[in-house]
């Protein structure tokens, strides 16, 4: 029951990573005008970084009794989705809102390099779990 239940949280932090960095993020920005888009990406992302932090700290929990790799990989997907969360996404926001576009290019590239990253150790996890 409890890695049934593993399985099922890790494919929906996986899914909804995969769902968030590349269909609402990209809906956004091709159905919405720029002065909408960025405000409601703005306002989403922090909901989905604590699903994130939630989801792989859930994740960890149910697959420690078997796996403590695959708890560590969910693990350091909750640890770095805080600083992403709390220091990088505000960053990123004040280079925007301060008209610094290398600055928002880099910091933005660092965010997208850590989505990616998760969403590739929850792909591993999820692999791993079915097999």
């Known amino acids: 029951m409890l890695e049934s239940l593993a399985v099922l949280v890790c494919a929906l932090l996986?899914?909804?990573m995969v769902l968030y960095s590349f269909g609402f993020a990209a809906f956004i920005f091709t159905?919405?005008?720029s002065e909408l888009a960025g405000p409601t990406i703005r306002?989403?992302?922090p909901?989905?970084?604590l699903f994130v932090l939630v989801t792989s700290a859930i994740g960890t929990l149910l697959v420690w009794p078997d796996s403590t790799m695959n708890a560590a990989l969910l693990g350091f997907i909750a640890l770095t989705t805080?600083?992403?969360r709390q220091l990088l996404m505000p960053a990123i926001n004040r280079a925007t809102d301060s008209g610094q576009k290398s600055?928002?290019?880099m910091l933005h590239g660092l965010s997208?390099?850590?989505t990616l990253v998760h969403i590739g150790l929850a792909a591993t996890v999820l692999v791993r779990l079915a097999s």
């Open 47 to 49: 909901h989905f970084y």
């Open 112 to 114: 997208v390099l850590l």
């Open 43 to 45: 306002r989403a992302f």
């Open 31 to 33: 159905t919405l005008p």
């Open 82 to 84: 805080i600083p992403n």
């Open 14 to 16: 996986f899914g909804a």
């Open 103 to 105: 600055r928002f290019k």
